[in-house]
């Protein structure tokens, strides 16, 4: 494992365990016994990952960032977001086979309706980078930056004042990618996840 890699995933689990640690804060019943689910967040998923040209995968995925307070329109609540994760992926098989970490960096707007009390059904989109770490079987790999957009719908309920599930559909594209003599060509993911959110 990349020295960056292991790096980024150490932040990302430290910052899942803070939130749990910081359970007890007063400033949590608001996503509870508010209306809303907001602040920042980090969280773990299990995932299915699908497309065209890369492998088919089942795996784990990190979550974190950061969901501004919403504006209400009828019955709806709209607004943006700032998220970062970790998604593990690959192509190829046997000495072809590569695997490549990707590692988004986007903003979203989302729009979420509450369909009965503390579950919201919610649906958006997003643009931003990506951070993508290359480790072919027998080859040199590396890192590259690439541009990234994604749309998802799914739903989210609270079931404590600082946690909430969620399960959702996430489509992403990815332009191409590449590190050191290998390249990915351009691809559309298909993401479907399951997962926890701890909200601090």
Same mark, same amino acid.
């Given at each position: *494992?990349?020295?960056? #890699? ?9 910052? %899942?365990?803070?939130? @749990? ?12 016994? =508010?209306?809303?689910? #907001? ?15 890369? /492998?088919? #995968? ?13 504006? !209400? %329109? ?5 607004? &943006?977001?700032? !998220?970062?994760?970790?998604? &593990? ?25 509450? @369909? ?7 649906? $958006? %989109?997003?643009? =931003?980078?990506?951070?993508? /770490?290359?480790? &072919? #079987?027998? !080859?040199? $790999? $590396?890192?590259? !930056? ?8 799914? *739903?989210? =309920? ?13 489509? *992403?594209? @990815?332009? /191409? ?9 351009? /691809? ?13």
């Amino acid at each position: *494992m990349r020295p960056t #890699r292991f790096a980024l995933l150490c932040l990302l689990t430290s910052t %899942a365990l803070a939130g @749990v640690a910081r359970a007890d804060s007063p400033a949590l019943d608001r996503v509870y016994h =508010g209306a809303d689910l #907001r602040g920042f967040f980090a969280g773990a998923s299990l995932l299915f990952i699908t497309s065209s040209d890369w /492998d088919d #995968r089942y795996g784990a995925g990190l979550e974190t960032g950061y969901r501004f307070a919403p504006r !209400q %329109a009828s019955t709806l609540r709209h607004g &943006p977001s700032l !998220q970062t994760g970790y998604y &593990p992926l690959k192509t190829g098989s046997g000495s072809q086979r590569v695997d490549f970490d990707l590692i988004p960096l986007v903003a979203n707007y989302s729009v979420a309706a509450e @369909v009965v009390d503390h579950i919201w059904v919610y649906g $958006g %989109a997003g643009a =931003g980078l990506g951070f993508v /770490d290359i480790d &072919p #079987r027998d !080859q040199s $790999g $590396g890192s590259d !930056q690439v541009g990234l957009w994604q749309a998802f719908v799914g *739903m989210e =309920g609270a079931v404590t004042e600082w946690a909430s599930v969620r399960g959702g559909y996430r489509h *992403m594209w @990815v332009d /191409d990618m590449s590190g050191g003599d290998v390249r990915i060509s351009s /691809d559309n993911a298909s993401i479907f996840e399951l997962g926890v959110n701890f909200w601090y």
